[in-house]
């Protein structure tokens, strides 16, 4: 039970991940932001193989682990970046509060639906990568207008019934997808170091890595669709 217990608290510790980087936003210190964001990343990623192992939901099952994990990401992945697109101005100021609204509301509804997350391990609908769309955002320096089109895509697709892949859990194609997120990861690390002067060719080379997911998960979608 204590083991259990331990791989709560480890998932818990998100909030004060968020916390601490929700201070360094006030403070405007992205970088120091996205750094406590990209740990409580390594630590969402890690967490479910603890409580697999630690089989919390057998030795806790009155404690809802399901739903300290959904807090957590909802801070981390959508609170904490719709802060940033409101302190860094990223969007024209009229807009601010139409297109963080947008983040909120749209995966407030992506969170709580019941096909959220499929039996075979699918998102359903853009699955509230925030933190990755506002850091591209932030170190692309795009105008105003280009950043909140795009936010406002991305709200949109949280509601089109697109699966897209869980990378650590769906079972085709994992392997690859892990092994080419560890220089995507490497990369975004190094541009967050580097924050404001990021290397351009760095900056779309890394964009590889997310086309080649979102085309995988249309690739799948559809070839799941058509059987």
Known sequence: MIAAWLVHAYTATGAILAFLAMRA???EDYRTAFFWLALQVFVDATDGTLARRARVSQ???WFNGTKLDDIVDYL?????PAVIVWRAALVPE???LIVASALLLSSAYGFNTATAKTSDHFFTGFPSYWNIVVFYLLVAGFSGVTNA????AFAILVFVPIRYIYPSRTVTWRAPTMILGIPWTASLLVMMWSYPAVSRSLLWASLLYPAYYFALSLFLHFRIRAK
């Open 25 to 27: 936003v006030v403070l």
């Open 59 to 61: 030795r806790l099952p």
């Open 76 to 80: 981390t992945y959508v609170f904490v």
């Open 94 to 96: 009229p807009w601010t």
């Open 149 to 152: 089109a795009i936010l406002i």
